[in-house]
């Protein structure tokens, strides 16, 4: 029972927990024992719940007495540890000096609570959401390797089967870069689509909070229940939230697939590249129409989301900066929030304009196409200390060769889910990148689901352990 | 003739054309002969049309052969300099080299000449609109002063009855002042109400385009033909126009005025609060119910449109900084182009943050009452070369005083018009600033009708000299 209810994702376990077949006591046994016997190594959770347990009981006696249930009645859920919680410590990745996290919930925790779920423990982010590697984790598929980030903690917990989905959040691929690189789904919704409020902010024009999950249905799941007005997060939106799961499943034939040729595909490893060009041929098989398209300008989108993210990220952290506190931070975040002062407001207004030009070309791109498809990332998951990534012409670090293919949809404020697409010959996840308009993730989440349904790539479990190189044959080839 | 014709309103005039009893060659004639007698000294134009004779003759053939005729047809009105029109040239009231101002109209232009209008010259704007003095041009009502800006040129030729009105664009009050200095209607619509392509920009986010007018009624029917979409600013919004000309005369008995005490009033010249006072008692004689009301955050507030000004402005000189071209600018000018590049990203994020919390204020106020009502600048005229103002318990330069009471609506976007509501001890005019919430020009525009309707202060001629304030008798009181 219990390795087969670690494999299982929430829409399953749901199904045993309402039916009574399963215990949420049962199951969260199952997760912290799995947590205390991995993750001493992993390093996916920087705080497990002491009430867990506790709580699991007290739904297990709600069921009992057949009280009224939410969709996610007894499911633990691990939280990103920017987000803050009542009941555990939120540090935000950092010990930097003069930060008060309170003990509350953030909007997004309390929606999940509301609806029975247990957080089961704060995951690991990468210090102040600001980088894509997310120290000290390590990658479920290869220790020696980063598990991305920078809710990285999130990725490899939902990857190792420590919980059956985590939270996350996004400011220019946080979400779905751990995702992609730990072989799981990762959603980011529309800007404004699910509250913010209580999530330490990164960059407010830029951050989304989001699920991570084992299965496409579990993220249209985690997003009816997360999604809706929060007036507490200026940037959300009062719009009706659809009921996501209920309209997966109808099938893709007749749906217009994008694939946008420039800037997203010619610079990828190649593994990445295949893997992607078979899900494109596998979803024209499901009778998608598959649409080639060109978005002007996006050559200059990375300088644009940079200088908006440090201005941010400096403004953020304007007290730290003053106090002489940033001196607390890993030196990685502490420079960039440092750069950040140096970013002039002439060239922040510059970057927004060119913000407004390619939401304008991507908006001009839907019109002819029901989604977007690419890679998650030109590349799979490299290795922890590794300063160079050499997918292109010229060599890059590894922060700009990541972050890519999907800050696209940061900047725009565009729905983006990455599902696993593949392995390469290194036994490492690829993720496959689908973006739809705003407010269209019924239409993401239709796509990836049917994708999924004839790939489920994210079945296969991770060594969860150190991978010497040297002992693969050379040129092997599992893609 | 001519002179009955010269202290008409543009309905009044429009009215006399339509029945055949105005020939548009006469007016434009007689505005013509006035500009030639007084503008030499006054130097509200810097461009007088050599064509708008012929243009009128046109005018009046179509008339004479029953032809459809616009709603300003054969009307001579003005064009601030910024704004560009395909027949005369424009500067932006800049000598600096490499700026080219191409020879087509702007779109409000184009909307006013598709209703009939006769573009009759280019008036004078403070440099790149960058200032609240315009030099060379003279205060009608005393030319040893100034005649505000930065649309002071449209001020002080609707004032001195050298065209029925003029354009003028308004960053932080450059419509509301010189209109309120030179005794006129200034109107500046909602942000989005007006397409501002093809006017210079200063800073995209504040910019505002409206007309100046001698009445309510004539503001109301400019922007008629002026407020609607236009794709070609991407600020510019795709909502209804209502005709704001026939809303106008509805009582406004039962209306709730707001009076927001704080920072509005208590650090005003004494005759511009007692004319303003006077004002209140006016409209609540009429039935309207004053609601005392508080902002709070407004002592911020200026030093956000600052740096957001600045930096928008550094923004779009970029090459100007770059080549050195800024040097040929005006010194107040230059220093403040420079400046703004000093101006940080992350102090104007948060610069947008107050601005976004101001917003709600402001809406919060709007939900209790249907218009606020304060005066439109601390002060009158000022005198040209005057560096200091003393109205509060410090001293101010001329730009912080003047522009205090007028920058919370293009901080917030919101709709504001100045009225005149009397004059000071100098004979200098007072105005009266009306708000009211985004879109509801339609109300602004009937109280500000409903008021002038009793206090026709606008009627009265300035003296077109400069006053030797030696030979007024001490203390002389004319509110």
């Known amino acids: 029972m219990k390795t087969a209810i670690l494999d299982m994702d929430i829409v399953g376990l749901a199904g045993l927990i309402r039916s009574r077949k399963l215990s949420p006591v049962t199951l969260v046994e199952a997760l912290l ?48 540890d920017n987000y803050l919680t009542r009941d555990m410590p939120t540090t935000a990745g950092t010990t930097a000096p003069g930060y008060d996290f309170p003990l509350r919930d953030a909007s997004a925790v309390k929606r999940l609570r509301d609806a029975g779920a247990i957080p089961i423990g704060k995951t690991r982010t990468h210090e102040f959401a600001w980088g894509n590697i997310t120290p000290p984790t390590k990658n ?31 400011t220019g691929g946080s979400i779905r870069i ?10 980011k919704p529309t800007f404004g689509r699910i509250s913010r409020d209580g999530i330490v902010p990164h960059s407010w024009s830029l951050d989304h909070a989001g699920p991570l999950t084992r299965s496409v249905r579990d993220a249209a799941l985690l997003l009816n229940v997360m999604a809706g007005y929060d007036p507490n997060d200026t940037a959300c939106q009062d719009r009706p939230v659809p009921d996501y799961l209920a309209l997966l499943g109808q099938p893709i034939a007749g749906m217009k697939i994008g694939v946008c040729r420039n800037h997203f595909f010619g ?29 002007d300008h996006l050559e200059y989108g990375l300088g644009a989301i940079f200088a908006i993210e440090l201005a941010s990220s400096s403004a953020y952290h304007d007290q730290a900066l003053q106090s002489g506190a940033t001196a607390g931070m890993t030196d990685d975040v502490r420079t960039l929030v440092e750069i950040g002062r140096m970013v002039s407001a002439s060239d922040m207004i510059k970057a927004e304009q060119l913000r407004a030009v390619l939401m304008q070309n991507f908006f001009k791109a839907f019109e002819k196409v029901d989604v977007i498809l690419t890679p998650a990332l030109p590349l799979t998951a490299w290795e922890a200390g590794q300063t160079e990534i050499d997918v292109t ?13 999907t800050y696209p949809f940061n900047l725009t404020g565009m729905p983006a889910i990455s599902v696993p697409c593949g392995f390469d010959r290194r036994d490492l996840p690829i993720g496959l990148q689908l973006a739809a308009k705003p407010f269209d993730e019924a239409t993401l989440l239709r796509v990836a689901h049917a994708y999924e349904a004839i ?13 010497d190189r040297a002992v693969l044959p050379a040129g092997a080839e599992h893609v």
Do not use: Y
Request: proline share 8%; charged share 25%; hydrophobic share 40%.
């Open 393 to 405: 012409s010229r060599k890059e670090s590894p922060l700009e060769a990541s972050w890519r293919l």
């Open 455 to 467: 790939n489920r790539w994210g079945d296969r479990m991770p060594p969860l352990r150190k991978i």
């Open 33 to 80: 024992d799995r947590i205390a016997a991995i993750d001493p190594e992993l390093q996916s959770f920087i705080h497990v719940s002491g009430t867990a347990l506790k709580q699991a009981g007290k739904a297990e006696e709600m069921l009992r007495q057949g009280k009224a249930i939410g969709p996610l009645h007894g499911i633990p859920i691990a939280i990103k």
């Open 140 to 170: 479920p598929w290869d220790f020696g390797r980063i598990p991305g980030g920078s809710s990285g903690g999130s990725g490899a917990a939902v990857a190792a089967r420590l919980c059956p989905a985590g939270l996350g959040s996004d």
């Open 178 to 187: 751990p995702a992609s690189l730990c072989g799981v789904v990762g959603l």
């Open 267 to 295: 610079a990828n490893e190649p593994d990445v590249e295949s893997a992607v060009e078979r899900a494109i041929g596998e979803l024209a098989r499901l009778g998608a129409q598959i649409v080639e398209l060109r978005i």
